[in-house]
């Protein structure tokens, strides 16, 4: 049976170290992702500066990750960023042989041209046929290099194909978010939001969970959120506030913006970037301080949470 691929899903950071990527700190990620409430992890993802790496290093980051999760939680990874298909099949058919758990086709590589029409269907039929028939797939709209949203037929088609078991949704827009679900119900096909302005009432909703980039820093606020807020309403509207307001740090540099906290809190040694090189904490001003006030309000949450259920600490 197909493991199911939803709830808190963090989009994995690479760090690196002197020009490579740092495998240490990739295995301190993944134990701190897991004690923190993950519940599968998207390696090779933009957040993990994919478009930076070399189709030799994605392949060592998702066998990497896969190996050190020990099959504890599922991992998937994306990693095709060219534009001919050509190009895309043998990225991906690298990637599907490091073993992950489902691989993750972006949209806007389909119909890379933006010709519209059938082409991305077209696109995506070519490339089917030639992947894995047996790995669960997944669809991402990823922002970069273009937004591309996936139109109702599109995911209708995706969805009663029973190859597709999640859509990584970057709608922003919770009409959206519900629409997908009603067309997604009693198939393989869990729409996950990632926008964090919306992510409780996405969950309420029917979204099978998050997958934003602030899973980098407080995964298990949003694991709590999707399990539990129903025991304490008040403190969850409170606390979804709270995540939404945090996240509004994501253009102060992320991903080095969360390679410097993860600094802080010792899972990693450095904030090296290939997508971010200038300094962020000179050019965004009080930049330490806002990060002082996230993780005191992380703690905070914390603390009233394990107080709320009824926990000595």
């Not at 170290?17 to 990620?29: Q, S």
């Not at 050509?86 to 991906?92: A, M, P, S, T, V």
């Not at 009080?286 to 703690?299: P, R, S, V």
């Amino acid at each position: 049976m197909t493991r199911r691929i939803e709830g808190i899903i963090p989009v994995m950071i690479t760090p690196f170290r002197d020009g490579k990527i740092d495998f240490e700190g990739v295995a301190n990620l993944v134990e701190w992702y897991i004690a923190n409430g993950s519940d599968a992890l998207f390696a090779v993802c933009q957040s993990s500066e994919m478009m930076f790496l070399t189709l030799e290093e994605r392949v060592e980051l998702a066998a990497f990750v896969k190996k050190a999760a020990a099959g504890r939680i599922p991992v998937i990874a994306s990693g095709h960023i060219s534009e001919a298909l050509e190009d895309q099949q043998r990225e991906l058919n690298a990637i599907a042989q490091t073993g992950v758990d489902g691989m993750v086709l972006v949209t806007n590589r389909l119909d890379a041209r933006q010709e519209g029409g059938s082409k991305f269907l077209d696109d995506l039929g070519w490339l089917l046929d030639r992947l894995p028939s047996e790995l669960p797939l997944g669809l991402y709209e990823c922002p970069a290099p273009y937004r591309r949203l996936v139109s109702d037929a599109e995911i209708s088609v995706c969805a009663d194909s029973g190859r597709f078991v999640i859509l990584k949704d970057v709608s922003c827009d919770l009409e959206t978010v519900k629409r997908r679900v009603a067309l997604t119900a009693h198939t393989p096909l869990a729409i996950v939001n990632a926008n964090a302005a919306i992510a409780f009432d996405a969950m309420k909703a029917g979204s099978r969970g998050f997958t934003g980039v602030f899973t980098n820093f407080h995964p298990d606020l949003y694991k709590w959120l999707l399990t539990q807020a129903d025991r304490q309403p008040e403190l969850a509207d409170e606390l979804s506030v709270y995540l939404a307001l945090a996240a509004m740090a994501e253009p102060m540099g992320y991903p080095k913006l969360a390679k410097l906290y993860h600094q802080r809190l010792g899972t990693i040694r450095g904030i090296e970037s290939r997508a971010v090189t200038f300094d962020i904490q000179e050019r965004f001003w009080a930049l330490d301080a806002l990060l002082d006030k996230i993780m005191q309000g992380t703690a905070e949450f914390r603390r009233r949470i394990a107080k709320a259920a009824g926990s000595p600490n």
